[in-house]
T-cell receptor, first 114, second 113 residues
Framework: AQSVTQPDIHITVSEGASLELRCNYS??????LFWYVQSPGQGLQLLLK??????LVQGIKGFEAEFKRSQSSFNLRKPSVHWSDAAEYFC????????????FGSGTRLLVRP | SQTIHQWPATLVQPVGSPLSLECTVE??????LYWYRQAAGRGLQLLFY??????ISSEVPQNLSASRPQDRQFILSSKKLLLSDSGFYLC????????????FGPGTRLTVT
């Protein structure tokens, strides 16, 4: 069955440090992948998406993600974290049985130390 | 540009009372529409989706229902709320067609007491 795994429930980084959030998926074909961010009490905001082509995807707020087919991964990165990046991050993959439905990971909560 | 609205923002309801949450989308036509529930500390669970007026598909059995009376309006309802219905309800839309990203509304926090 399709699944999305975000192995880290919480991650704490210092402001200005680099960030990498992990996402692994299971999918039987070429996936389409997303990263969303959710601030407390808010809806989800789309950070970036991968459908095909260049495996390094640039998103908003200085985030990028790299699709690695051999590792079934789509990790999110940012070179220098700002305090305002503290939030919950969700990875999602499009479902094989219905192209307009997504499967979400359980999320990674990012805490930023001043 | 497209915007998505949800109301109310917060709601406290007693067990056994009815529920109606509304979602509307502006700036697009014939969107796919979705209702999700997010329990505290957990991920998103897809409840319903709709690809057109009057077309509703349910993902999980429950005491909730959904309706789409207009192209850009999606309503989540219940006749009698349960304690387990508490959570954060998110509406989302996506453009018609395959492989489309979803855009989320601000959410409704529902507490059933």
């Amino acid at each position: 069955a399709q699944s999305v795994t975000q192995p880290d429930i919480h991650i704490t980084v210092s402001e200005g440090a680099s960030l990498e959030l992990r996402c692994n998926y299971s999918y039987g074909a070429t996936p389409y992948l997303f990263w969303y961010v959710q601030s407390p009490g808010q809806g989800l905001q789309l950070l970036l998406k991968y459908f095909s082509g260049d495996t390094l995807v640039q998103g908003i707020k200085g985030f990028e993600a790299e699709f690695k087919r051999s590792q079934s991964s789509f990790n999110l990165r940012k070179p220098s974290v700002h305090w305002s990046d503290a939030a919950e991050y969700f990875c999602a993959v499009g479902r094989m049985d219905s192209s307009y439905k997504l499967i979400f990971g359980s999320g990674t909560r990012l805490l930023v130390r001043p | 540009s497209q915007t998505i609205h949800q109301w109310p923002a917060t709601l406290v309801q007693p067990v056994g009372s009815p529920l109606s949450l509304e979602c509307t989308v502006e700036g697009t036509s014939n969107p796919n529409l979705y209702w999700y529930r997010q329990a505290a500390g957990r991920g998103l669970q897809l409840l319903f989706y709709s690809v057109g007026i009057g077309q509703i598909s349910s993902e999980v059995p429950q005491n909730l229902s959904a309706s789409r009376p207009q192209d850009r309006q999606f309503i989540l309802s219940s006749k009698k709320l349960l304690l387990s219905d508490s959570g954060f309800y998110l509406c989302a839309w996506s453009p018609q067609g395959a492989r489309a990203e979803q855009y989320f509304g601000p959410g409704t926090r529902l507490t059933v007491t």
